[in-house]
């Protein structure tokens, strides 16, 4: 497409979806990762982030407890959604933090994840900049 090159990766959720690498000469290569609990491929090399947390397990767990969450759908969360621990984990196996120069966390629950504790675990476990997405948000990219 152009001078984009777009490349889907397979993801687990509880649909067929997908992540997509898009690759541009001057921005180097994205990686766009929601609507997924888990991602198989280790990706390297990576410059910018788009890639779901949806939820703390404290927060999901508590909002359970107190009744403001339903059991049956924190289940159906858990196994269709990327947790912050789990998003965190992920971009330490892909070294994230010798190569990328953004990350935005995408897909982020209003009731069960603390956004702005989302962005200061995630830059403080890769020491990059991190935001979480919201209207009029805009990163550059190149």
């Known amino acids: 497409m152009g001078d984009f090159r777009v490349t889907p990766l397979k993801v687990e959720h509880d649909v067929e979806c997908f992540a997509y690498l898009v690759h541009?000469?001057?921005?180097?290569?994205?990686?766009?990762?929601?609507?997924?609990?888990?991602?198989?491929?280790?990706v390297k090399g990576v410059s910018h982030y788009l890639i779901e947390a949806n939820y703390q397990d404290d927060i999901l767990d508590e909002a359970v407890r107190g009744g403001r969450t339903v059991a049956s759908q924190a289940d159906r969360i858990r196994l269709s959604h990327m947790s912050?621990?789990?998003?965190?984990?992920?971009?330490?196996?892909?070294?994230?933090?010798?190569?990328?120069?953004?990350?935005?966390?995408?897909?982020?629950?209003?009731r069960?994840?603390?956004?702005?504790?989302?962005?200061?675990?995630?830059a403080g476990q890769t020491g990059v900049p991190t935001w979480?997405?919201?209207?009029?948000?805009?990163?550059?990219?190149?």
């Open 112 to 122: 069960h994840l603390d956004k702005q504790n989302a962005e200061l675990t995630v």
């Open 132 to 142: 979480v997405a919201k209207k009029g948000l805009e990163i550059v990219l190149m």
């Open 24 to 42: 541009h000469p001057e921005m180097k290569t994205l990686f766009f990762a929601t609507d997924c609990w888990n991602l198989h491929q280790v």
């Open 84 to 110: 912050l621990k789990h998003c965190v984990e992920y971009l330490k196996m892909c070294e994230a933090d010798k190569t990328a120069r953004t990350i935005t966390l995408i897909h982020a629950s209003e």
